[in-house]
Nanobody, 126 residues
Framework: QVQLVESGGGLVQAGGSLRLSCAASRRTLNTYNMGWFRQAPGKEREFVAAVSWSGNTVDYRASLRGRFTISIDNAKNTVYLQMNSLKPEDTAVYFC???????????????????WGQGTMVTVSS
């Protein structure tokens, strides 16, 4: 069982930055993904970014490359999402997730992940 707790969300003006954190209570796997998804009001959950346990494999939603950066601190079981140049369309609840690493192509798939956090709200005003 893995518990995930997100933090770092809040209200920010367009063009600003936020850094989200997600701490996992424990690791059930030696090779794993930690990822971020988001869900805006009235929209489906969508993939944001993911990183392998080693930090060597990453994937991003194409439209977010260059603005968002994912990183992992394996020793702390913590994944981070640095969000820069935020836009109102980034407003959403951001969820972190934990699952087995089975290849980069699987990272964007929700089915890859077995555990999900409760989410942290990010609101970008303009």
């Amino acid at each position: 069982q893995v518990q995930l707790v997100e933090s770092g969300g809040g209200l920010v003006q367009a063009g600003g930055s936020l850094r989200l954190s997600c701490a996992a209570s424990r690791r059930t796997l030696n090779t794993y993904n930690m990822g971020w998804f988001r869900q805006a009001p009235g929209k489906e959950r969508e993939f944001v970014a993911a990183v392998s346990w080693s930090g060597n494999t990453v994937d991003y939603r194409a439209s977010l490359r260059g603005r968002f950066t994912i990183s992992i601190d394996n020793a702390k079981n913590t994944v981070y999402l640095q969000m820069n140049s935020l836009k109102p369309e980034d407003t959403a609840v951001y969820f972190c997730a934990f699952g087995a690493f089975v290849g980069r192509t699987s990272m964007p798939k929700e089915s890859t992940y077995d555990y999900w956090g409760q989410g942290t709200m990010v609101t970008v005003s303009s």
